[in-house]
């Protein structure tokens, strides 16, 4: 239930934001729950703990409309990548999802930015692992016109951790687990981003579902801001494949730290 009744400036307030927020993390393949949360925060009278129950719905609807696109219009979803992560994946988050109530909000923010910040510094520097073709838990792969070799042994147990993190605070962790593969794992960054299209689906709606056990969701409030979602993850998705490898990795990394600080702001507020 919604703690107390909000004005209905404040929900178009949070729509607008949030439909923009969709449309742009779309066309990096991510979830938006980094600014979802501090938009619901920010302009809805809600505690922390629903509006993160709200914001992996968000995340769930907007994978969704996603894969749509990066499957179906880009081919950048390597899907044995996504089944063979989807399943930890899904696991750790329904469990962080889950065990975040037992947790005080203020840490899991704290958490949640230092995560962001750390992920933002690697992939803007770009140093990554480069696995040996044959080596030991090294796995060829190809899709379309792209030939890598990513070493498995690298990111099963980080991707891990990322998402049970994500499950604790709310948010698809793809903040963390694209970093992950492409630093180091191999994976280039695009098919990357394509393959968490479908790991935002599989996190977030695991980790919804540890919320919603606990009862942290407004299902109202949660159809009217996934209308938004759903239109901005369609147009932003479309938009993927006009952005040049650089400036995906530089935007990307503005975003996280613009994420981390407004959410490190929030924590005094």
């Not at 219009?73 to 750790?92: E, M, N, S, T, Y």
């Not at 065990?99 to 005080?104: A, G, N, Q």
């Not at 056990?213 to 938009?239: E, H, N, T, Y």
Request: charge should be positive.
């Amino acid at each position: 239930m919604r703690e107390v009744e909000m004005e209905p400036w404040s929900i178009a307030v949070a729509a607008s934001a949030i439909f923009a927020t969709s449309l742009i993390f779309s066309m990096f393949g991510r979830g938006g729950g980094e600014f979802y949360l501090p938009i619901m925060l920010t302009t809805l009278s809600l505690t922390y703990y629903t509006c993160a129950g709200i914001s992996l719905f968000l995340i769930m609807l907007q994978g969704l409309s996603m894969i749509i696109v990066y499957h179906g219009k880009h081919r950048l979803v390597d899907w044995q990548l996504a089944l063979a992560l989807g399943l930890i994946v899904g696991a750790c988050s329904f469990l962080g999802g889950f065990l975040s109530y037992r947790i005080p909000a203020y840490l899991l923010k704290v958490a949640f930015s230092t995560f962001l910040l750390i992920s933002a510094y690697f992939i803007y520097r770009g140093i990554s692992v480069k696995p040996v073709k044959g080596g030991f838990g090294v796995w060829a792969r190809k899709l379309g016109d792209n030939t890598y070799y990513i070493n498995m042994l690298y990111i099963t147990v980080p991707v891990a951790a990322a998402a049970f993190t994500a499950g604790m605070v709310g948010i698809s962790g793809g903040g963390l687990i694209i970093p992950i593969c492409v630093l180091f794992g191999g994976v280039p960054i695009r098919i990357a981003m394509g393959t968490n299209t479908f790991l935002v689906l599989i996190s977030s709606s695991m980790s919804f579902m540890g919320h919603l056990i606990r009862g942290g969701f407004d299902p109202i409030l949660g159809a009217v801001l996934g209308c938004a979602v759903i239109v901005g993850a369609q147009i932003g998705s479309r938009f993927h494949v006009r952005l040049n490898e650089k400036t995906l990795r530089r935007a990307f990394s503005i975003i996280l730290v613009v994420a981390a600080a407004w959410m490190l702001l929030k924590i005094f507020l």
